[in-house]
């Protein structure tokens, strides 16, 4: 069984920084894109970032290029987060997923593709 558990968020003012989590089990890590998702409320989930199998390709919303940083440990199974110069509009429940051999910031071929999604973990930015 697939299990994703996201952590690290919290509260943090405008401007600040946070480091998210992801542990996945269950599956080949090494075999999976992985990618984060935010959803905001009253809003539909959106891709934030992705980085594929190898490592090798990662991709950005516009939204947090140049913000965000995405990376992977293969030793512990786990996806990073770095989230910088944090802006009220970041505030949302993030999620990581798996998402099979291929990439995608596209919410509904994430929801086709994922193995599983975790409990997501709530950032706030205070103005």
């Given amino acids: 069984q697939v299990q994703v558990a996201e952590s690290g968020g919290g ?55 140049g913000r965000f940083t995405i990376s992977r440990d293969k030793a512990t199974n786990t996806v990073y987060l770095q989230m910088n110069s944090l802006k009220p509009e970041d505030t949302a429940m993030y999620y990581c997923t798996a998402l099979g051999s291929l990439c995608t910031l596209y919410y509904p071929h994430a929801l086709k593709w994922a193995a599983s999604w975790g409990q997501g973990t709530q950032v706030t930015v205070s103005p």
């Fill in 11 to 65: 509260l943090v003012q405008a401007g600040g920084s946070l480091r998210l989590s992801c542990i996945v089990s269950g599956l080949t890590f090494d075999d999976n894109a992985m990618g984060w998702f935010r959803q905001a409320p009253g809003k539909e989930r959106e891709g934030v970032t992705c980085i594929s199998w190898s490592g090798e390709s990662i991709y950005y919303s516009d939204s947090v290029k």
